[in-house]
Structures are given as structure tokens and as C-alpha cells.
């Protein structure tokens, strides 16, 4: 699962090089041990509000599951 949303996150032209990153670092995608990030944390990293960090990740969420018309269980 993990390689199926790093490859739909890659995809520049609907996600921001922003809510990639914190879709990766907020679930521990990037991590190697798989440690999630806090939103303080992560706004205190890319210099944003801890709302402004909540609405990157909802926004992303919502870019995630609208990919392309198509689910991502599809995509497995």
C-alpha cells in the first residue's frame, strides 16, 4: 500500500511538492521506522500554522481519494 500512495503522491500535476510531504511525513510514509509526525511538528518544519497544516493534509486526503476518478483500492 505504502508504494501505491508514493506513486500517486508523485504525480506532480495534482499534488503540491507541500501536500506530498505532509502526507508522507504526518502517516510515516517517508520514515524508515514508520513514525508518524504531529501537526505542531510538522508546522514548526515547513514554517505554517498548525491549522495551515491541517487543511494541507485535508486537501491532499481529499486529492487522494479523487484521484483520476478512481479509487486507490483500485490501484492495487
Known amino acids: ?9 508523485n504525480d506532480s500535476k495534482i499534488f503540491t511538492p507541500l501536500e506530498k510531504n505532509v502526507i508522507l511525513d504526518y502517516y510515516g510514509i517517508s ?3 514508520g513514525e508518524t509526525k504531529y501537526f ?4 514548526s518544519k515547513y514554517h505554517k500554522s498548525v491549522e495551515g497544516i491541517r487543511q494541507i493534509r485535508y486537501r491532499a486526503l481529499v486529492k487522494l481519494k479523487k484521484y483520476n476518478g478512481k479509487t486507490l483500492s483500485s490501484l492495487y
Do not use: P
Open 1 to 9: 500500500r505504502r508504494e501505491v500512495i508514493i506513486k500517486v503522491l
Open 40 to 43: 505542531r511538528i510538522l508546522a
Open 31 to 33: 520514515d524508515e521506522n
